[in-house]
């Protein structure tokens, strides 16, 4: 059980990392206009369900 764990909290880690990168790259490269608060938002939010999966 604790190998399948690991495993689901590496993919969410993983998941969580590449979904940060995208919206990094889309706000900083791109000419897609993301507002700073829904910015901001998606990145506590996608942090905090990361810490909460792996947490538990």
Not at 36 to 50: K, S
Request: glycine letters at 6%; aromatic letters at 8%; charged letters at 10%.
């Amino acid at each position: 059980m604790d190998i399948r764990r690991s495993v689901i909290n590496g993919i969410v880690a993983v998941s969580g990392i590449i979904f940060l990168i995208v919206l990094a790259v889309l706000y900083c490269f791109t000419e897609i206009s993301i507002p700073m608060p829904v910015y901001a938002a998606a990145w506590a939010g996608c942090i905090a369900a990361v810490l909460a999966v792996t947490r538990s």
